[in-house]
């Protein structure tokens, strides 16, 4: 065969004398210039556990252990932790640490998916933007703090209503039912620091002393993320810690209170009936999700920046541990808070119980009002929760920044230091006026709609596609073996089992239970309306549909089935980044290859049966030199192409994909027989010789081969460019599917 068709620009090289098992192996370099590492182990993990552990632990949590049985929740609880949390944890580490890359370009795993990272950058885009929001509140909340008095403590102000204000300190009203009555806390933080509408009909105008608490907030992410993840992990210090601090100086302080004791025996407590209500397993289950991060990119972001060697599997073990061990710590402060409330109004708990705002921005502060030393302990309860809120918003910014930065690098963006910190500045920017809305008189409709949306069905799919694609289109084996040639140990028959069956099959389920229980949204006793639903609806679906889409969109741009098949593979830019670690690798992919292909001709050498069919040219179609050099070469293509890994997709253009496509169909089809033909064929072309007698030399050369079934050695041929003619063929060159047509159909 002519050298010149099996050296192809860039492709895979290998070199082999005597059948040694020395391998040399040339990619791409994928190195990502200018990315960055961690400082250091401790600053993963930290930022890590600040990332996980976020205002959902502390208002979340304990609603959802009161709801479903108390105590009797943890077990719901660490049976989905070990069959689907750690496990997406371990695998979005590992994805992440071993391509070196963000949650869209570590899709080159398999480029049909890649709408899964889209998904994925979707959703961490809209959390991040309403996230702030919150954080701003909590910011609102920590200036007016520092009054001598807090504004929350009593209702003599513009914002309460003299009629249904219950004033806990100066309780008079007795002319108004107490189920009828709100708290000044309440009213506070509806009437005063949100400025709340009638319904999301009525959005408003931004409320001014919010909009500059969320300007605060955007200024202080854009500072810490403007170099990257190195100041990230130094930030990561104060934001991990600080809130366990503020955590157990709370509990202390709680601990003392009367009716705490009576708190903690209520979240104890379990009530195991609770236990056959499927609503507390798909809450076990959507509480992981959310706690845990995953499936919304950050993990595969912050594991990026990992040492190729580093022990993930051991940090996500680590890391979740945390977070639950977390949500359990943070649950007997807030009982202890809820149980002293109870006993100041003298009601159950069950009536002082809230979950979301609710409980940190209402009942938190009607309890720190009644403490000694108010201004003390709102300090230190609202600053825990600018830590809390801070610490989970710098990964999730972080993460869509670098995601931004990974694909931009690809088409020769964002090369420099400088570049970099502009786009950081204006993506910040950016994310301030999209939040703008939900600062508005409306805007906590509008915050409460997109966190139901996304909160549903978005993470459920994006966790159902990531498992498929890696398990099942990559291959779980290969996984293995990436993860294995990082940490040197492969993972045991627990992963294997989860991911393969537990992990996606909880996942349908849940989807399945979501569809079957589905209700219109609500917020306390406003009903959204129908448009509003259906907008809700709407933004739940849009990650969906990144999935299905860029699936579509690479079919009808990359020419169909035939060539679709080829994108199930990595491209050739997929593994790690590092050349060391990179080669070890490509050495390995290689090695596969070549024992799969030694078994391949084994089987086909006992069963002795390559071709069984005979190719008829006709003479008839065969009429143009354009065709006769083109068939040629199709086959001259594929029989170069025959050295190229199968792991990797091919390096060959779209146009050279499609007659590599159409070539295997023609030699399966057409047998040895066709090669013969198209050298001789090829030879008359390029001799300038008459078409005609060359299509017919072809055909009595087919007509005197060997019987079907007989096959020898593929003669090797040389394919040369003929010599220019005087004048253009006006006839025209019949397609590969006519070529096509002529080929006889097989029987059976």
Known sequence: MNPELQKQPDDAKMDQEDNSSTIEVNYDHVNVPGRGTWGGKIEFILTCVSFAVGLGNVWRFPYLCFKNGGGAFLIPYVIMLAAMGLPLFFMEFA?????????????SISPLFKGVGYAMTTVIWLVQVYYNVIVAQAFLYLFVSFNSRPPWSSCGNWWNNPVTCLDQTNSTNTTVPLKETTSA???YYYNYILRLSSGIDEIGTPVWHLTLCLLLAWILCCLVLIKGVKSLGKTSYFTAIFPYIMLTILLIRVALLPGSLEGVKYYLTPDFSKLKDATAWTDAATQLFFSLSCCNGGLIALSSYNKFNNNCCRDAILVAC???????????????????????????????????????????????????????????FFLMLVTLGLGSEFPLVETLLSTAQDEFRQ????????????FRVCLCSFNFLIALPMVCNGGFYLLNLIDSALSGYPLLFICLAEVTVICYVYGLNQFRRDIELMTTVRPNWYWRITWLVITPLTAIGLIIFKIVTERPLTLDKYEYPAWAQVFGRLIGVFPIVCIPAWFIFKYCREGGWIVLREFFKPTHTWGPAEDEHRNEFLSQVREREQQKKQQQEDVETGENKLFTSQLSLGGSKLNSATCLRTTASCLALSAAQADEPSFFQSKLSIAEKLTYAHAKDLVKRGGPDFLNSSEAIAAA???????????????????????????????????EEPSPKPRRSKRKAPSFSDLRDTLPKREG
């Open 322 to 380: 945390i977070n639950c061990l977390t949500s359990i710590y943070a649950g007997f402060v807030v009982f202890s808070t809820l149980g002293f409330m109870a006993v100041t109004r003298g009601v159950g708990i069950a009536d002082v119980a809230a979950s979301g705002p609710g409980l940190v921005f209402v009942v938190y502060p009607e309890a720190i009002n009644q403490m000694p030393l108010p201004v003390l302990w709102a300090v230190f």
């Open 685 to 719: 072309a390029a001799e300038g010789a008459d078409t005609t007698d060359a299509a017919n030399e072809a055909d009595d050369e087919v007509k005197d081969s060997s019987t079907v079934g007989q096959s020898g050695p593929v003669p090797q041929f040389t394919l």
């Open 411 to 422: 088409y020769g963006y964002l090369q420099t230091k400088a570049s970099q910190m502009i």
């Open 185 to 187: 806390s309440s009213e």
């Open 95 to 107: 994805f992440g640490q071993f391509a070196s890359v963000g949650p869209v370009s570590v899709w």
